[in-house]
Protein backbone atom coordinates (compact mmCIF):
# COMPACT_ATOMS: atom_id res chain seq x y z
CA UNK A 1 0.00 0.00 0.00
CA UNK A 2 1.80 3.35 -0.95
CA UNK A 3 1.69 5.91 1.71
CA UNK A 4 0.01 8.99 1.15
CA UNK A 5 1.16 12.59 1.43
CA UNK A 6 -0.63 13.99 4.92
CA UNK A 7 -3.99 16.29 4.29
CA UNK A 8 -3.69 19.97 3.26
CA UNK A 9 -4.24 21.05 7.03
CA UNK A 10 -1.55 18.93 8.17
CA UNK A 11 1.08 19.98 5.79
CA UNK A 12 0.31 23.47 6.55
CA UNK A 13 0.44 22.74 10.55
CA UNK A 14 3.50 21.13 9.42
CA UNK A 15 5.75 23.45 7.50
CA UNK A 16 4.69 25.97 10.00
CA UNK A 17 6.09 24.18 12.82
CA UNK A 18 9.12 23.59 10.73
CA UNK A 19 9.32 27.46 10.14
CA UNK A 20 8.59 28.12 13.95
CA UNK A 21 11.72 26.01 14.61
CA UNK A 22 14.08 27.59 11.88
CA UNK A 23 13.10 31.00 12.85
CA UNK A 24 13.51 30.61 17.04
CA UNK A 25 17.12 29.30 16.30
CA UNK A 26 17.97 32.64 14.71
CA UNK A 27 17.54 34.62 17.88
CA UNK A 28 20.34 33.53 20.36
CA UNK A 29 19.81 33.33 23.79
CA UNK A 30 21.06 36.47 25.89
CA UNK A 31 24.39 35.69 27.48
CA UNK A 32 22.98 36.90 31.60
CA UNK A 33 25.23 36.28 34.65
CA UNK A 34 23.36 34.82 37.18
CA UNK A 35 22.67 36.30 40.79
CA UNK A 36 24.65 35.29 43.20
CA UNK A 37 22.19 34.01 45.29
CA UNK A 38 20.27 32.14 41.91
CA UNK A 39 20.10 28.94 42.87
CA UNK A 40 17.68 30.35 45.99
CA UNK A 41 14.17 28.35 45.68
CA UNK A 42 12.31 31.64 46.51
CA UNK A 43 13.24 32.82 42.74
CA UNK A 44 11.49 29.57 41.10
CA UNK A 45 8.08 30.81 41.65
CA UNK A 46 8.69 34.33 40.32
CA UNK A 47 10.77 33.45 37.58
CA UNK A 48 7.97 30.73 36.17
CA UNK A 49 5.44 33.73 36.75
CA UNK A 50 7.36 36.32 34.64
CA UNK A 51 4.52 37.44 31.84
CA UNK A 52 5.86 35.91 28.15
CA UNK A 53 5.95 39.67 26.96
CA UNK A 54 6.38 43.44 28.89
CA UNK A 55 5.57 46.54 27.16
CA UNK A 56 5.90 45.27 23.56
CA UNK A 57 9.35 43.04 23.82
CA UNK A 58 8.61 39.51 23.55
CA UNK A 59 10.56 36.91 26.45
CA UNK A 60 14.11 36.01 24.92
CA UNK A 61 15.73 32.77 26.63
CA UNK A 62 19.01 33.69 28.31
CA UNK A 63 22.01 31.55 29.42
CA UNK A 64 21.57 31.23 33.08
CA UNK A 65 19.27 30.35 36.14
CA UNK A 66 16.86 32.29 37.72
CA UNK A 67 17.03 34.93 34.64
CA UNK A 68 15.65 36.29 31.21
CA UNK A 69 15.72 38.93 29.23
CA UNK A 70 12.99 40.84 26.59
CA UNK A 71 13.08 42.27 23.53
CA UNK A 72 15.85 42.12 20.85
CA UNK A 73 17.94 43.65 20.67
CA UNK A 74 17.77 42.97 24.54
CA UNK A 75 15.63 46.08 26.11
CA UNK A 76 14.98 44.58 29.77
CA UNK A 77 16.87 41.53 31.67
CA UNK A 78 15.70 40.26 34.96
CA UNK A 79 17.64 38.44 37.37
CA UNK A 80 16.53 36.82 40.35
CA UNK A 81 19.43 35.87 43.45
CA UNK A 82 20.05 39.27 44.00
CA UNK A 83 21.45 40.07 47.33
CA UNK A 84 18.54 42.15 49.16
CA UNK A 85 19.16 45.70 49.78
CA UNK A 86 19.15 47.27 53.35
CA UNK A 87 17.90 50.23 54.45
CA UNK A 88 19.44 53.45 51.91
CA UNK A 89 18.35 56.92 51.00
CA UNK A 90 17.97 55.72 47.24
CA UNK A 91 14.78 57.11 45.94
CA UNK A 92 11.93 54.45 45.82
CA UNK A 93 8.89 53.74 44.47
CA UNK A 94 6.06 51.83 45.70
CA UNK A 95 3.88 50.32 42.08
CA UNK A 96 0.89 47.70 42.81
CA UNK A 97 2.60 46.38 46.56
CA UNK A 98 6.05 46.06 45.58
CA UNK A 99 8.60 48.56 46.58
CA UNK A 100 11.67 49.28 43.91
CA UNK A 101 14.91 50.93 44.52
CA UNK A 102 15.24 52.45 41.22
CA UNK A 103 18.66 53.99 39.73
CA UNK A 104 19.70 55.42 36.34
CA UNK A 105 23.32 55.58 34.77
CA UNK A 106 25.30 58.69 34.00
CA UNK A 107 23.75 58.57 30.34
CA UNK A 108 20.06 58.57 32.17
CA UNK A 109 19.13 56.04 29.58
CA UNK A 110 19.68 52.28 31.44
CA UNK A 111 17.49 52.19 34.97
CA UNK A 112 18.33 49.53 37.37
CA UNK A 113 15.24 48.46 39.81
CA UNK A 114 15.75 46.63 42.22
CA UNK A 115 13.20 44.77 44.94
CA UNK A 116 13.16 46.20 48.61
CA UNK A 117 11.80 44.05 51.28
CA UNK A 118 12.21 40.98 49.49
CA UNK A 119 14.48 37.62 49.78
CA UNK A 120 15.56 36.89 47.45
CA UNK A 121 15.62 40.14 45.61
CA UNK A 122 15.13 40.64 42.09
CA UNK A 123 17.04 43.00 39.65
CA UNK A 124 15.86 44.60 36.34
CA UNK A 125 18.24 46.31 34.39
CA UNK A 126 15.99 48.12 31.29
CA UNK A 127 16.62 50.51 28.64
CA UNK A 128 14.24 53.98 29.20
CA UNK A 129 14.42 54.62 26.13
CA UNK A 130 12.78 50.78 25.19
CA UNK A 131 10.19 50.76 27.76
CA UNK A 132 8.91 52.25 30.45
CA UNK A 133 9.71 51.97 33.96
CA UNK A 134 6.29 52.21 34.93
CA UNK A 135 4.82 49.68 32.46
CA UNK A 136 7.38 47.34 33.27
CA UNK A 137 7.07 47.74 36.67
CA UNK A 138 3.29 46.82 36.55
CA UNK A 139 3.72 44.20 34.31
CA UNK A 140 6.45 42.10 36.48
CA UNK A 141 4.89 43.02 39.74
CA UNK A 142 2.76 39.47 39.79
CA UNK A 143 5.41 37.73 39.31
CA UNK A 144 7.56 39.68 42.03
CA UNK A 145 5.12 39.11 44.32
CA UNK A 146 5.37 35.68 44.49
CA UNK A 147 8.63 36.33 46.91
CA UNK A 148 6.74 37.76 50.07
CA UNK A 149 8.08 41.16 51.08
CA UNK A 150 8.81 41.10 54.77
CA UNK A 151 9.26 44.83 55.00
CA UNK A 152 8.48 48.19 52.88
CA UNK A 153 10.35 51.14 51.86
CA UNK A 154 8.37 53.31 53.84
CA UNK A 155 6.08 52.06 56.62
CA UNK A 156 2.81 54.12 55.92
CA UNK A 157 1.81 53.62 59.64
CA UNK A 158 5.37 55.53 60.67
CA UNK A 159 4.85 57.87 58.06
CA UNK A 160 1.58 58.93 59.66
CA UNK A 161 2.78 59.53 63.28
CA UNK A 162 5.97 61.92 61.96
CA UNK A 163 9.00 58.43 62.98
Known sequence: MPLLPPPR???AVLAAGALAAVLTGCTPAVTVDSAENAT???CAPAMLAVPEVVGEHERRETTSQATT???DPTAVVVRCGVTPPGPTTDPCSSVNEVDWLVR???EGTTWTATTYGRDP???VVFDSTAVASSTLLVELGPAVE????DRRCLDLEDA???L
Do not use: K, L
Not at 146 to 149: L, R
Open 9 to 11: PAR
Open 40 to 42: DPG
Open 69 to 71: AYG
Open 104 to 106: QDD
Open 121 to 123: AVE
Open 146 to 149: QIPA
Open 160 to 162: ATG
